[in-house]
């Protein structure tokens, strides 16, 4: 599975957009990318995936560049209980090796403050 | 719906003894996978449990071992325990281990080993 990098941490106002990136250079065509977050001792919760197109749901945006190396997630209006661990990671599809299992990195801490 | 549920939730253990973990998926959900937690080494991969099989293994040594019922509760077993074992153990279940936007984390077992 390719390797991400995220920013270890950083901090978003209450109410501002938080935009955080990830770098996957090394992706191939049949990863996807997945954000997941964790808050504080609670598992991991699932946000939002994509392939090569943006996507939205009612949590956030995920924006993939063109060549598919980078992508960032944007929290449109940040609140207090967003912050929390934000995990990038990418996973092909159809393999049965990977079924079931999640590579995660370090992750980026954001902390909202109000 | 219920969500995954993990007991029990605190355990304190004494190195070289051993210890079982329990995850009940969410209904209808055959897939288990589990996952070691640690301030040092993040969320790493344990094994994954799909109709009573281990599917995937992660890197761990022979004293981590699961196991997988009929009605897709999963037990996981640590014997021999070091202090190093210490981690929040989490699980995560899947209608069929495929895709990662599927998968619902418990809140952990927290097992500190004195």
């Known amino acids: 599975d390719a390797k991400t990098t995220q920013p270890p941490s950083m901090d978003c106002a209450e109410g501002r957009a938080a935009n955080l990136p990830c770098n996957h250079s090394t992706i191939s065509g049949n990863e996807y990318v997945y954000w997941y977050r964790q808050i504080h001792s609670q598992g991991p919760q699932y946000i939002i995936h994509?392939?090569?197109n943006n996507e939205t749901n009612e949590m956030a945006s995920l924006i993939i560049t063109e060549d598919r190396k980078s992508s960032t997630l944007i929290l449109p209006h940040a609140t207090l209980r967003d912050t929390a661990v934000y995990y990038c990671i990418v996973r092909p599809a159809g393999t049965t090796d990977s079924w079931g299992k999640l590579q995660f990195g370090a992750g980026t801490q954001v902390v909202v403050t109000p | 719906k219920a969500g995954v549920t993990q007991t029990p939730r605190y355990l304190i253990k004494t190195r070289g003894q051993q210890v079982t973990l329990s995850c009940s998926p969410i209904?209808?959900?055959?897939?288990v996978s589990w996952y070691q937690q640690t301030p040092g080494q993040g969320l790493q991969f344990l094994f994954e449990?799909?109709?009573?099989?281990?599917?995937n293994k992660g890197n761990f040594p022979g004293r981590f071992s699961g196991r997988q019922f009929s009605n897709s509760r999963s037990e996981m077993n640590v014997s021999t325990l070091e202090l190093g074992d210490s981690a929040l153990y989490l699980c995560?279940?899947?209608?069929?281990?495929?895709?990662?936007?599927?998968?619902?984390f418990g809140s952990g077992t927290r097992l500190t080993v004195v």
């Open positions: 449990y799909f109709s009573e099989t281990q599917r």
């Open positions: 994509g392939l090569k």
């Open positions: 995560a279940s899947s209608l069929d281990g495929r895709d990662p936007y599927g998968y619902t």
């Open positions: 209904s209808g959900h055959r897939s």
